[in-house]
């Protein structure tokens, strides 16, 4: 990567302040680009969920490893939840959803809460496992809570068998004007759930999958505690890259936190972080990083910023850790601060391996907690920073009151938010495509056919605020 002017800026650069240049390409489609990454994390698609208790669950996780990414979940869930999300992971099917189901005698207000828990929008009503009718939100406006499932559902079934290619499987359902399908084994026992935009998702991304060709899932590690039997838990249960991380992550107890883990010979890469500078790279790489974590501050839950003026812009960060971790053979994830594909695209351009994403994915189907809606009709989930007064608490709910009391008083972070629903973009899904999008646009202008490439030819200027807004699109006149 280079900039217009031959030189790096004298400032220091947000994500807002830089744009690339287009160069000559012989990339001829979007398609034709890799997306896979190269820090041996197995992904596909250059996008990791962080680590946040209001973004990454068994949902998040499973949704983004079947298009190629990868979720991280958070420390502070009790390790036996943990390890039976990996296991729960690790059972799913690469190419069909898991399926929300209940039974005949359930309630419309069963499924009105379970609806909202995927993007695919069904209840499969089931019998003995047997697929017997589907509900949908619709089935369910302005019926009695009360009433009981088989007096609503549509009993008029396409199933696709679990042999069907995706091609074949999106072929069924447009002939019979279906969005989405139960699939079913041989038997006709359901195996999960296929919509039209899934089956043509299929086609386009390939799942990260580990070597028994299972999908991929990673989990976090605090630097306090038993960190050596929370990361052992973690290996043994099949976890496919264990990530070590604190909000500052260039102290002496995460460089002993960091060497504890590699003590243990992990077969799989170690994630550490948080830095903003080449030393705090080459620190962590000594104590045993397999790649670093890039980022203070830039999180739209982080109030680190304003709290203590502590922090770097990102994009400068990425591009001196990148460069840091480049000349040891190691690699670097960008982490906060995206919040159009742009960004990503850049923070890929300044050297990042993968780039995390939380609040952006906050508001989405696939996140954990409840859908509420506000007075205006907007549905929005609620989210919140894990250096939160909220986050806290609940780290430390096994300390006495006083300890908590002492600890609350120290906070970092948002702790309530309202991450509104997209209403054209509502599941994690529709957001990744739009990202993968633009990145894949990005490599093609740059002439790049891979991520190696694309960081390689990039070329980068520095723009006002002026320039930045010339680039906003304008929904109407002005």
């Known amino acids: 990567m280079r900039f217009t002017s031959g030189a790096p800026s004298a400032h220091e650069l947000t994500y807002n302040d830089v744009f690339m240049v287009p160069n000559r390409s012989d990339v001829?489609?979007?398609?034709?680009?890799?997306?896979?990454?190269?820090?041996?994390?197995?992904?596909?698609?250059?996008?990791?969920?962080?680590?946040?208790?209001?973004?990454?669950?068994?949902?998040?996780?499973e949704t983004l490893a079947r298009r190629g990414g990868l979720a991280v979940i958070p420390q502070d869930i009790p390790?036996?939840?943990?390890?039976?999300?990996?296991?729960?992971?690790?059972?799913?099917?690469?190419?069909?959803?898991?399926?929300?189901?209940?039974?005949?005698?359930?309630?419309?207000?069963?499924?009105?809460?379970?609806?909202?828990k995927r993007a695919h929008g069904a209840v499969i009503v089931v019998e003995a496992g047997i697929p017997v009718g589907i509900v949908t939100e619709s089935d369910c406006a302005g019926v009695d809570r009360f009433a009981q499932l088989h007096e609503v559902m549509s009993t008029e079934l396409l199933t696709v068998p679990d042999s069907t290619d995706p091609r074949t499987g999106f072929d069924l359902m447009a002939q019979d004007r279906r969005r989405v399908a139960p699939v079913v084994d041989g038997d006709g026992r359901l195996v999960g759930v296929l919509t039209r935009a899934g089956a043509l998702r299929a086609t386009l991304y390939r799942p990260a999958l580990d070597a028994a060709g299972r999908l991929r899932v990673a989990a976090a590690v605090g630097i306090n505690g038993d960190v050596a039997g929370k990361a052992a838990a973690l290996l043994t249960a099949g976890v496919d890259t264990l990530v070590v991380d604190t909000a500052h992550g260039h102290q002496e107890r995460m460089l002993a936190a960091l060497r504890t883990v590699r003590g243990l010979d992990p077969a799989v890469p170690v994630v550490a972080g948080n830095v903003v500078a080449a030393a705090g790279v080459d620190d962590l790489i000594d104590a045993g990083a397999d790649i670093v974590k890039v980022g203070v501050g830039p999180g739209a839950m982080c109030t680190t910023r304003m709290m203590t003026g502590v922090g770097r812009p990102q994009f400068s960060a990425v591009l001196e850790c990148a460069a840091a971790a480049r000349r040891r053979g190691r690699h670097v994830w960008a982490d906060g601060g995206v919040r159009y594909p742009r960004d990503v695209a850049l923070a890929l351009a300044a050297g990042a391996a993968n780039v995390m994403i939380g609040s952006w994915f906050a508001g989405t189907y696939e996140s954990p907690g409840d859908i509420y809606t506000d007075a205006d009709g907007r549905r929005y989930k609620e989210s919140f920073g894990m250096a939160s007064a909220r986050a806290v608490s609940a780290r430390t709910?096994?300390?006495?009151?006083?300890?908590?009391?002492?600890?609350?008083?120290?906070?970092?972070?948002?702790?309530?938010?309202?991450?509104?629903?997209d209403p054209v973009r509502p599941g994690v899904e529709d957001l990744i495509d739009e990202i993968v999008a633009g990145v894949r646009s990005a490599c093609t202008y740059v002439g790049a056919a891979n991520l190696t490439e694309f960081h390689d030819r990039a070329v980068l200027g520095v723009q006002s605020a002026a320039g930045y807004a010339e680039g906003m699109p304008v929904a109407g006149s002005w």
């Open 79 to 116: 390790i036996e939840v943990v390890t039976e999300v990996i296991a729960w992971v690790k059972r799913r099917h690469l190419v069909y959803d898991t399926a929300l189901s209940l039974a005949p005698s359930d309630t419309v207000g069963d499924a009105i809460h379970l609806l909202p």
């Open 397 to 421: 709910a096994d300390d006495s009151p006083f300890d908590r009391a002492r600890k609350a008083v120290f906070e970092e972070g948002i702790s309530s938010a309202r991450m509104f629903l």
């Open 28 to 61: 001829a489609s979007r398609l034709d680009v890799d997306l896979a990454t190269t820090d041996g994390t197995g992904t596909t698609i250059p996008i990791v969920v962080a680590n946040m208790t209001a973004v990454a669950g068994r949902r998040m996780a």
